[in-house]
C-alpha cells in the first residue's frame, strides 16, 4: 500500500465500497445495481451510502430477501445488454442462492457454445472477526474458487476497491467481489480518477528478502504487521496481495520466490479446501527448486465460527500465527 | 379451461396452417431424436416434448421476434418454435460440431440467442429468476420487449418459482410464467405432492399475479392467452400467469417407460393430441385435407433431410473444450 501523506485525501474501505460503484453508474449507463436494504437504507454496511440520492431508484433496486431471485434477475439482465451488480447482504448467504453461483451464472457461456455471456458482479460482505457467529463471519471465497467460470476479487485496501470494482464491472466475465467486514473501517488513500486495476494482477505491498507472505484482503494488512514485527526480529518479509483468486497471479508468486526462496499462505477461509492449497500446489509443482524450506500455510481453522472475540480469534489467522509460522521456516 | 375466446378466431387458416406445420415439424423432430436414441447416435439423456408442441408453438406466435424466451432441459419444442431448426437440434443432440451449442451443452440446453431463445435450464425452476431478469432489463432499456419462462408442474414446488413471482409483480415486470402441466413432477403425479389443484395457477393469486388454467393441447387457445397476457406485460401491467394442461406422449426422459401412467388416462389424453385438434380446427375453417396431409409431408421430409445432415455432420474439434469459458473465447484462469 502506498504511503499516505498529507496531500492525499484518504477515505474508508466502506467509503470506496460507494465511490467505485457511483463511478461507474455514472460513466456507463446500463449499470444498474441490486440488493436488499442497498437503496434509502444505504446498505447494512453502508456501503452503498449516498448512491439512491444521486442514481435513484431506477438505477439502485431494493429487492425482497430472495437471494435466488436477485442473483437470477440479475443474470437474465447481465444476458439481455445490462450490467447488473448484485449484492448479497453477507458472503454466507451465497448458499441460499448456490446454484446461480455454481450452476447457473459460471457455465452459461461455454454450455451454449459461446452465444451468450453473463457480465454481472455479485458483491459480498465476507469475512470474520467483528463477532457475528458461525453464519455471518464466514469467509467464503475458497467456495467459489471451486466453480470455473467465475472471476474472484477481494481488494485489501480502498483505492483497490475502486480500481478493482471499475475492472469487474467493466468485464465481460461474472465477478465474485468480496468486501471484507473487517477492513471497511480502513482507511487509505483515495484512487486517482478513472482508476482501474486489472483483475489478476498482484501487487508487492511490502519489498522483502527472506520469506514471501501471500496474502488476499484482510489478511493483507495482517501480513504488513506481521511484517513490521518480523523486522525488528531481523528477517525481511515481503508481502504479495494477490487481490484476485480468479485470475490467479502466480506468476508474482513464483518470481517473489525466486528472491525469498521461503513461502508463508495466510488465508482467512478454513485449511480445508482453502485457496492456499493451490497455492502450494502450484508452488510445489512449479517452484519447486527455489525452495529452500517447506511451504507452510496460515488459515482458519476446520471449525466453524464461534462468537466470542476470544474464540474467534483462536480460529482465524492472526499476526502471531504468521510470525510464529515465519520462524518456523528460519531453521531451514 | 375457458373457452376460446372471441377473438381467437382472428388467426387466419393460412396463420394455423403454418403453426400446425411446425408442430409436425417437431413431432418429426422428437420421433427422429427417439429413434436416433435407441439406435444409440445419441448419447446421454433426452427429455423428449412430444404431446407438448401446441404450448411451444402458440406461445410462439403470440410474441414479437424480438422477445426472450427460457425453457427446461424439456425445451426442444421451444428451441424450434423460436427458430432453431431440426438439423441444429439434432445435430446438438448427436454431439455434432454444428449443433446449436457446438455440442457443449447437449439436448438440455438448446439455445439460440440470435433469436432470442436464451436457454434450456436442466436445475428446475431456475430460470423462473433469469425470465423476470430479461423483463427487467427490457423494462430498464424501454424496449417493450417480453420475456417468457416456460416450466413445468415440478417447478412449481421450488423456492426460485415463488422468488421469481414475488419480484416480478412487485417490480411490474413484462414476463410471463408458462406452465406446462402435464400431470407429472417426474415419475410422481404433481397432485400427490401439491395441496392445490393447479400448481401453478392457485398460487398466482397469493403473489397478486392473474393467473389462467388454458387447454395447452389447442394451439389456438394458447396463442390467444399468450396474446392477450403479452399485450397486459407491454401495456405495463407486470406478469401474468397461465397453466396449461397437456401431456407428454413419452416417458420423462429416454430411459422412462411411463408405466406408472393409467392406460385410460394415456388413451383420453392421446385422442386429444395437439395435432388432431389443431387438424379439426383447419377442417371447420374450410382447409382442405389435402393441404394439412402436405404440410405433414414437408414436416417428414425436412426432418429426414435433417437427420441425414446430422449424421454426416463433423464431430466438434476436441480443442473446443477448452474455450468459451470467458467472454474472450479462452478458459485462462491463471499466470
New interface residues.
Given amino acids: 500500500m502506498a504511503d499516505v501523506n498529507s496531500s492525499t485525501p484518504v477515505i474508508t474501505y466502506r467509503e470506496a465500497v460507494a465511490e467505485g460503484l457511483a463511478r461507474e453508474l455514472r460513466r456507463d449507463p446500463t449499470v444498474?445495481c441490486l440488493g436488499e436494504d442497498i437503496g434509502a437504507a444505504g446498505g447494512v454496511f453502508k456501503t452503498t451510502s449516498g448512491l439512491f440520492g444521486e442514481f435513484g431508484k431506477?438505477r439502485i433496486?431494493d429487492?425482497?430477501i430472495?437471494e435466488?431471485?436477485i442473483?437470477?434477475?440479475?443474470?437474465?439482465?447481465?444476458?439481455?445488454?445490462?450490467r447488473?451488480v448484485a449484492e448479497i447482504m453477507f458472503s454466507d448467504f451465497f448458499a441460499c442462492c448456490w446454484?446461480?453461483l455454481a450452476?447457473?451464472i459460471p457455465k452459461?457461456?461455454?454450455?451454449?457454445?459461446?452465444?451468450?455471456?453473463v457480465?454481472l458482479v455479485v458483491r459480498t460482505a465476507n469475512g470474520g472477526g467483528l463477532g457475528f457467529g458461525a453464519q455471518h463471519s464466514q469467509a467464503v471465497e475458497n467456495w467459489t474458487l471451486t466453480i470455473?467460470?467465475l472471476k474472484i476479487a477481494a481488494p485489501s485496501n480502498p483505492a483497490d476497491v475502486i480500481g478493482m470494482m471499475a475492472a469487474a464491472i467493466r468485464?465481460?466475465?461474472p465477478v465474485v467481489f468480496f468486501e471484507h467486514k473487517g477492513l471497511f473501517a480502513s482507511k487509505g488513500p483515495a484512487a486517482p480518477e478513472d482508476h482501474v486495476v486489472e483483475l489478476?494482477r498482484a501487487t508487492v505491498a511490502r519489498e522483502g528478502t527472506d520469506v514471501t507472505l501471500v496474502g488476499l484482503a484482510a489478511t493483507v494488512p495482517l501480513a504488513l504487521t506481521a511484517a513490521d514485527q518480523l523486522a525488528g526480529e531481523g528477517i525481511s518479509a515481503e508481502v504479495i496481495d494477490l487481490r484476485c483468486l480468479?485470475?490467479?497471479?502466480?506468476?508474482?508468486v513464483l518470481a517473489s520466490l525466486r528472491r525469498t526462496s521461503r513461502l508463508v499462505i495466510v488465508e482467512e477461509n478454513p485449511f480445508q479446501g482453502g485457496w492456499g492449497g493451490t497455492v502450494a500446489s502450484?508452488v510445489a509443482d512449479e517452484g519447486f527448486e527455489l525452495l529452500d524450506a517447506p511451504v507452510r500455510r496460515v488459515a482458519g481453522a476446520n471449525v466453524p465460527l464461534p462468537f466470542a472475540d476470544v474464540l474467534e480469534q483462536q480460529v482465524i489467522p492472526t499476526v502471531d500465527a504468521v510470525t510464529a509460522a515465519v520462524r518456523t521456516l528460519a531453521a531451514y | 379451461m375457458t373457452a376460446v375466446d372471441a377473438s381467437a378466431s382472428a388467426l387466419e387458416a393460412d396463420q394455423l396452417l403454418a403453426l400446425y406445420e411446425e408442430m409436425a415439424l417437431i413431432r418429426a423432430t422428437e420421433k427422429a431424436a427417439h429413434d436416433l436414441f435407441l439406435s444409440g447416435l445419441v448419447k446421454g439423456t433426452t427429455h423428449l416434448a412430444a404431446g407438448q408442441e401446441a404450448v411451444a408453438v402458440g406461445a410462439s406466435a403470440a410474441l414479437r421476434p424480438d422477445d426472450y424466451v427460457f425453457a427446461t432441459y424439456r425445451g426442444h419444442h421451444h428451441a424450434m418454435a423460436r427458430g432453431a431448426t431440426p438439423v441444429e437440434c439434432l445435430a446438438e443432440l448427436m454431439s455434432k460440431g454444428t449443433g446449436l451449442c457446438r455440442a457443449k451443452g447437449g439436448s438440455m440446453h438448446l439455445t439460440k440467442a440470435s433469436a432470442g431463445m436464451l436457454g434450456s435450464y436442466a436445475i428446475v425452476g431456475s430460470h423462473l429468476p433469469m425470465a423476470a431478469g430479461a423483463a427487467w432489463s427490457a423494462r430498464l432499456r424501454g424496449t417493450g420487449q417480453v420475456a417468457v419462462a416456460f416450466f413445468g408442474d415440478g417447478a412449481t414446488n421450488i423456492g426460485a418459482f415463488h422468488e421469481a413471482l414475488n419480484l416480478s409483480v412487485v417490480w411490474a415486470l413484462p414476463v410471463l410464467f408458462i406452465c406446462e402441466n402435464n400431470l407429472y413432477m417426474e415419475y410422481t403425479p404433481i397432485h400427490e405432492v401439491t395441496a392445490v389443484a393447479d400448481p401453478a395457477a392457485g398460487r398466482a393469486p397469493a403473489y397478486g399475479i392473474p393467473a389462467e388454467v388454458i387447454d395447452g393441447n389447442d394451439v389456438l387457445i394458447v396463442w390467444d392467452a399468450v396474446r392477450r397476457a403479452a399485450e397486459r406485460a407491454r401495456a405495463g401491467q407486470g406478469p401474468t400467469l397461465l397453466e396449461a394442461k397437456t401431456y407428454r406422449h413419452f416417458g420423462h426422459s429416454r430411459t422412462d417407460p411411463a408405466s406408472y401412467r393409467p392406460a385410460a388416462e394415456v388413451e383420453q389424453w392421446l385422442s386429444r393430441d395437439p395435432l388432431d385438434l389443431a387438424r379439426a380446427r383447419l377442417r371447420a375453417l374450410g382447409v382442405l385435407d389435402e393441404s394439412v396431409a402436405a404440410a405433414d409431408e414437408r414436416a417428414a421430409a425436412t426432418v429426414a433431410e435433417a437427420v441425414a445432415a446430422a449424421k454426416a455432420a463433423p464431430e466438434p474439434d476436441p480443442g473446443d473444450a477448452m474455450t468459451d469459458v470467458w467472454a474472450d473465447g479462452g478458459s485462462a484462469w491463471r499466470t
Avoid at chain 1, 443474470?75 to 439481455?80: I, L, R, V
Avoid at chain 1, 452459461?108 to 455471456?117: K, L, N
Fill in positions: 444498474v431506477g433496486w429487492t425482497p430472495s435466488q431471485a442473483l437470477g434477475v440479475a443474470m437474465g439482465a447481465a444476458m439481455t445488454g445490462m447488473p446454484d446461480y450452476n447457473e452459461m457461456r461455454y454450455m451454449t457454445g459461446g452465444q451468450v455471456t457480465p470455473p467460470g468485464s465481460d466475465d489478476g480468479v485470475p490467479l497471479d502466480m506468476a508474482a502450484i
